[in-house]
């Protein structure tokens, strides 16, 4: 039984990874802001542009508040299954869901297919922690406090490590 569920997940995950036409790369990035991001599309292969006739390589984003289209002028063609996209000086309201699609215009999306998508975070590195502040009761509980400095926009997490010498 335990073998049988094991199979099924497996091929299950396999199904799942190989139903993509393509891949969207890197795998949700954290871009700082007023950075540039480059995004990379690579189709499976040549068989896909068979598939869907006379499209190409196009990326869209959609955030919170709208979607938006790039230009050919976004995109760097690298072959015929491959293409970058690139965006200057990313700012907090570029941060959403990115997605590689083949269209015949790729300023116009109308009758997209949906090849692979990321989620693209903006956001300030953390500063590093002021005013670092610690009571220890017995060494058995220890409470901390900081200031973690300006807002990052992107998860943080902090952590502290102490020793006894």
């Given amino acids: 039984m335990t073998s049988l569920l094991c199979f099924m997940l497996l091929f299950n995950i396999h199904y799942i990874q190989s139903s993509y036409l393509g891949r969207l790369s890197p795998d949700d990035p954290y871009i700082e802001i007023g950075k540039d991001m480059n995004l990379t599309c690579v189709l499976n292969n040549e068989s896909v542009l068979k598939q869907y006739p006379n499209k190409k390589i196009c990326f869209d984003a959609v955030s919170m508040l709208s979607k938006r289209n790039f230009s050919d002028k976004d995109i760097t063609v690298i072959n015929k299954t491959a293409a970058m996209l690139h965006v200057v000086n990313m700012s ?74």
């Avoid at 922690?129 to 058995?140: A, G, V």
Wanted: some cysteine; charged content about 10%; hydrophobic content about 35%.
């Fill in 92 to 165: 907090l309201s570029d941060k959403g869901a990115f997605n590689c699609v083949l269209s015949l215009d790729c300023s116009n999306l109308l009758n997209e297919t949906w090849v692979h998508g990321q989620i693209v975070a903006v956001g300030l590195p953390p500063d590093v922690p002021s005013n670092l502040t610690c009571i220890s009761y017995n060494f058995d509980n220890m409470t901390c406090t900081w200031d973690p400095g300006r807002p990052t926009h992107i998860h943080t997490t902090y952590r502290l490590y102490w020793t006894i010498q």
